[in-house]
């Protein structure tokens, strides 16, 4: 695999419409993640610098006006939607399964469940941003667990995992 950046990242830009726009152009397009300042593009393979230049040239000519049409609009939601359905179900499942093998006991599983449940809402609805913000924000004080939380199961590795999950989702998605 071949990741190339693109910096400084274009803020007008649509990043649903660039990533349609790989995709539809690029065989070997993986994925794109976005950071504050960058771009970064992942191939299967390492692309000719021609290439990279009208991809660029591409993507700093997007403005506001390139968005995609409502059809592809509902079909990236519907993908969202989809893969909340299977995290937060997947969540839950795996609080049952730690319970079944009494990893945790069922109040343990119940108290997470309900400590999550804005944010397991949010991401099963399709907005992962919004549960990402509820769950950096309103989950837990300072990022930091509480020994309430931790006499409950919650720890702060589990917090993080599931930081992590979201955000790596809306890196690869947003």
């Known amino acids: 695999m071949h990741t190339h950046t693109i910096t400084p990242k274009n803020t007008d830009a649509s990043s649903p419409f660039f990533n349609k726009y790989l995709a539809d152009t690029w065989t070997d397009y993986i994925a794109t993640s976005y950071t504050d300042t960058s771009v970064n593009i992942t191939f299967t393979q390492n692309q000719q610098a021609a290439d990279y230049t009208t991809i660029e040239d591409y993507y700093n000519a997007l ?3 390139d968005i995609l049409p409502e ?16 995290w937060s ?3 839950i499942t795996d609080l049952i399964q730690e319970f079944q093998v009494t990893t945790i006991s069922l109040a ?5 469940e309900e400590k999550l ?25 300072a990022q930091t667990v509480s020994q309430t939380d931790i006499d409950n199961e919650y720890t702060q590795a589990r917090h993080d995992a599931y930081i992590a999950e979201i955000q790596a989702f809306i890196d690869a998605n947003y």
């Open 63 to 65: 403005d506001i006006t």
């Open 71 to 86: 059809t592809a609009l509902q079909a990236i939601y519907d993908y969202l939607v989809s893969e909340g359905f299977k």
């Open 89 to 91: 179900h997947g969540l």
């Open 108 to 112: 343990d599983a119940l108290y997470i």
């Open 117 to 141: 449940i804005d944010v397991i809402d949010f991401v099963h609805d399709g907005d992962w941003a919004a549960g990402l913000i509820e769950i950096t924000d309103n989950v837990v004080i």
